[in-house]
T-cell receptor, first 113, second 112 residues
Framework: EAGVTQFPSHSVIEKGQTVTLRCDPISGHDNLYWYRRVMGKEIKFLLHFVKESKQDESGMPNNRFLAERTGGTYSTLKVQPAELEDSGVYFC???????????FGEGSRLTVL | DAKTTQPPSMDCAEGRAANLPCNHSTISGNEYVYWYRQIHSQGPQYIIHGLKNNETNEMASLIITEDRKSSTLILPHATLRDTAVYYCIVRVTNFGNEKLTFGTGTRLTIIP
């Protein structure tokens, strides 16, 4: 069974540009989460989808970040315009209903120059 | 979610049991103890979780004290691949709303 996959694995962009990160959860997992680790900081929660609905987006840092999960399958996280402080690793995770275990992807490393 | 305290780093000899402590003195009755680890720069990996009884799976054992104010993750026969940062996380589990609060964790180094 395929795990959580994320694309791209690494993206380097200029400040002010736009980047879109994609996450494909494990098939059948209704819950999808985005987390991130910026340089030197702890891993932080960004938001949580249940199917296509945003359940909790309390961790989204500002309105430059937009997450979508159309159709309740894969999700995208767009950063527009990117700032230097957005550099870090963005992790996606998914879980089935009624379980306490999150399955994380390998992360997408974002470098903003 | 209750705060957790972990030592910043530990070493363990290969083949020995690695015992990672975690203090969570403000844990409330409906909060679970979770353990995740992050190997190098990979995504975090779930290890185990429990409420008050000790738990064991193919990866590790979780020992929770009777007053639930602390717990210990045990890797019974540590290998070099167990070198990682281990996170102890305490939270109410809604089984589907897993908003985890990662702290700084314990960096475990397995020594050959």
């Amino acid at each position: 069974e395929a795990g959580v996959t994320q694309f791209p694995s690494h993206s380097v962009i200029e400040k002010g540009q736009t980047v879109t990160l994609r996450c494909d959860p494990i098939s059948g997992h209704d819950n999808l989460y985005w987390y991130r680790r910026v340089m030197g900081k702890e891993i932080k929660f960004l938001l949580h989808f249940v199917k296509e609905s945003k359940q909790d987006e309390s961790g989204m840092p500002n309105n430059r970040f937009l997450a979508e999960r159309t159709g309740g399958t894969y999700s995208t996280l767009k950063v527009q315009p990117a700032e230097l402080e957005d550099s870090g690793v963005y992790f996606c995770a998914s879980s089935a209903r009624h379980t306490g275990e999150l399955f994380f992807g390998e992360g997408s490393r974002l470098t903003v120059l | 979610d209750a705060k957790t305290t972990q030592p910043p780093s530990m070493d363990c000899a290969e083949g020995r049991a690695a015992n990672l402590p975690c203090n969570h003195s403000t844990i409330s009755g409906n909060e679970y103890v979770y353990w995740y680890r992050q190997i190098h720069s990979q995504g975090p990996q779930y290890i185990i979780h429990g409420l008050k009884n000790n738990e064991t799976n193919e990866m590790a054992s979780l020992i929770i004290t009777e007053d639930r104010k602390s717990s210990t993750l045990i890797l019974p026969h540590a290998t070099l691949r167990d070198t990682a940062v281990y996170y102890c996380i305490v939270r109410v589990t809604n089984f589907g709303n897993e908003k985890l609060t990662f702290g700084t964790g314990t960096r475990l180094t397995i020594i050959p």
